[in-house]
């Protein structure tokens, strides 16, 4: 959209946060960069450019705008529908794999040359990986430094930098202020009284969101031990990169209240990208609702409900396992398997098996009839030997087929892990044939139809 020049004034001229995330607006004459809902008076039009993302707009130099914190934005709705390398490339940028494995690690988790991925994740972001992956350590950090009295050097190390100087260096030119001073504009009151390992953050979203039922559905599918649902929070165990840890998400005006409890503050970025995805919170509810309201079966549904969301998950494995094997039989293996945790309100237990424990299972645990026991260990095993790949960077024809070779899974269940591992909108696991006039959103369009 960046490239469309007048409806990028126009959506700036009328402050539309509809556009955030989709482009940035960089002000050639301040060296800034803002959201378009800016709420600061825009700048001359001869001033304007826009660019595709907020590391495109770090790596020509403009700094983030005070006011709006552009870095900040819900992500672009394109990335998480589309399953080309470059959406596959984001969502594993996003989840942290260029700063664990670089960009060679993404590359082969992508199947794709280092030179290729770099070459179109250039031409469409405006930024290579690795300046994505910077402005996501920039995003992380400012976070640490707002909301914790850690020491510097503790965040720089936590959010990714290799040294003091590359943490030091990219505060002052992505936000124009040093580390220091972005702390000290943050009254003392937001660190105080903050246990170790406990971060605060907002999850902004495009509006509308339909809350309720985003998270009556995910509290309906509660794992006891794993998940709870308390006084309008959704509370569970993450397992994580670096380690474990506990997320509170509570719906708010605006954006989703995030409370992390994180073993491992590396794990920062990789947790806050699964709660984004775990909620959808980075879907465009006014083109889905556009869209589907045209059709007469769900023009009532989508005016009833606007801005539905499609619930994911926090990890694919996980999510696939739960489908497999039903909701009793996912929380003895849960309760069995999964390692302890320690949660002070005492209702979660445990974290969801990792894949060396899910392989040692003994099926006598799970207690389910054979075909669905023979289910689970061809799931596992092909997950365990890279013959199936259900993460967020997943090929999803790819993914479908290798699921569709395994004995035991109907074509529902299988497209049920599509939408909700996956995170394909295409999805649909319900009976009969959908309407190709549902398309690209067709599990938008199951959620209304289910309820």
């Known amino acids: 959209m960046h490239e469309d020049f007048e409806s990028c004034v126009r959506a700036v001229h009328s402050r539309d946060a509809r556009f955030d995330g989709w482009f940035f607006t960089a002000v050639t004459s301040t060296r800034i960069y803002c959201r378009p809902s800016c709420p600061v008076p825009p700048p001359q039009v001869r001033h304007m450019t826009f660019l595709p993302s907020a590391a495109a707009a770090q790596q020509a130099g403009f700094r983030a705008c005070k006011r709006c914190r552009p870095d900040a934005s819900p992500g672009s709705p394109q990335w998480n529908a589309r399953a080309d390398l470059v959406g596959r490339a984001v969502r594993l940028i996003a989840d942290g794999v260029v700063d664990r494995e670089g960009v060679p690690g993404l590359a082969g988790r992508l199947g794709y040359s280092t030179r290729q991925v770099q070459r179109h994740v250039q031409a469409e972001l405006g930024a290579g990986p690795l300046a994505v992956a910077r402005a996501q350590r920039a995003q992380a950090a400012r976070t640490l430094i707002e909301t914790s009295t850690l020491p510097m050097g503790d965040i720089a190390f936590a959010a990714g930098f290799g040294s003091i100087r590359s943490f030091n260096d990219t505060v002052r030119e992505v936000f124009g202020l040093t580390p220091g001073e972005l702390r000290e504009r943050v009254s003392r009151g937001a660190r105080a009284q903050v246990a170790p390992g406990t971060v605060t953050v907002r999850l902004p979203y495009r509006a509308p969101l339909a ?146 424990a899910l392989a040692g299972a003994d099926p006598a645990v799970l207690d389910v009839e054979a075909p669905v026991a023979q289910a689970f260990a061809a799931l596992v095993g092909a997950v365990a030997s890279g013959r199936l790949d259900l993460g967020v960077g997943a090929d999803w024809v790819e993914a479908r087929q290798r699921l569709r070779d395994l004995p035991g899974l109907d074509e529902s269940t299988v497209e049920h892990i599509a939408m909700r591992a996956l995170g394909d909108p295409d999805a649909w696991p319900g009976d009969g044939e959908p309407a190709q006039r549902w398309r690209p959103w067709r599990a938008y369009a199951f959620g209304h139809l289910a309820g």
């Open 211 to 356: 809350a309720e039922q985003l998270f009556a559905q995910l509290a309906a599918d509660a794992l006891p031990g794993v998940e709870q649902w308390r006084d309008g929070t959704l509370r569970r165990t993450l397992r994580l990169p670096h380690g474990t840890g506990i997320v509170e998400l509570r719906p708010a005006a605006g954006h989703v209240d995030c409370r992390l409890v994180l073993a491992d503050l590396r794990d920062l970025g990789s947790a806050v990208h699964r709660c984004r995805w775990l909620l959808d919170l980075d879907a465009d509810p006014v083109a889905v609702d556009a869209a589907l309201a045209a059709d007469p079966l769900l023009a009532p549904l989508v005016a009833a409900v606007p801005g539905r969301r499609v619930p994911r998950a926090v990890d694919g494995v996980e999510l696939a396992v739960r489908a497999v094997l039903g909701p009793a039989a996912a929380a003895r293996l849960a309760m069995a398997y999964g390692d302890p945790v320690t949660d002070p309100d005492g209702a979660l237990t445990r974290v969801f098996p990792d894949l060396s």
